[in-house]
């Protein structure tokens, strides 16, 4: 008979959503677990891939820590472990590293995956791309468009494009849309020492509400590897119904009136009052 065993994965989101690095760099990606967990990990995930275990180990037994299959021989990577945390470090950071990654606790239930820490490289070597613009405005009801540029090298392998949102306070990214490579938007350099292509993304926007206010990212998948931008903040001023100009003058009209007839009131009655005052009746 056989018996089947289903793991438990809850997720913790380490400290920071984006955590940025140059090539080279040395990071440490931080999580910490409640006392009741009993086995940990780390997992990482590239954009269209399946997550990779990196390591896992068993709170109970110290010396428990094992890594996998290309983590396993890899002394780039290694754990960092201690009364509540459970650390991943990366040293001399390569184009490869940049994906998401997952710490987790494993107990026998179902499987849950939650937010992780994204690692961004500032440069690369395979591919960099340049988003504008830094901030747009516009009002409610209006349309935008949100435009990222990739400047890509002599390689011209398949890459897509993915629109994350933050909204204005949190630290949640929320996935938007998704573009697939397409020659049809991208052209080849033509001045000396450009990229050998540049490829435009766009994210339009129609009717556009104050719950679209907040920072729009844009990042690229390639060379199994993830690139983000720092972000195109789109500020919604005013409210969400505009007084038409119009209705602006007649309520002033209308409160002008207003305040006119209760002015007249007081001067009748000033004058009445005067008036008594002047010439008393006279009772018999």
Known sequence: MY???????????????LLYANIGDNVTLPCVYASSAKHLCWYKQVAGEQPQIISSFYRLSPHSNNFYKQFKDNKRFSV????????LN????????????????????????????FLVLKESSCRSFLQQPVSDSVQPGDSVTLKCTVHTGTSDREHSVYWFKKDTGSSHLGIMYVHTHSSTQCVKGTESGSPAQSCVYNLP????????AGTYYCAVASCGQILIGEGTRLDVG???????PILRCMVVAVLSLILNIILIGFIYNMARVTSSAEHPRIHR
């Open 238 to 244: 005013g409210e969400q119904c505009d007084t038409p």
């Open 90 to 117: 990366i040293s001399n950071v390569q184009d490869s590293d940049s994906a998401m990654y997952y710490c987790g606790q494993t107990s026998i239930a179902v499987t849950e995956f939650y937010n992780g820490t």
């Open 80 to 87: 960092h472990t201690g009364t509540g945390f459970y650390h």
């Open 205 to 212: 926007k129609r009717n556009v509400s104050l719950s679209d």
């Open 3 to 17: 018996k089947f065993f289903v793991l438990v994965i809850h997720l913790f989101r380490a400290y920071g959503a």
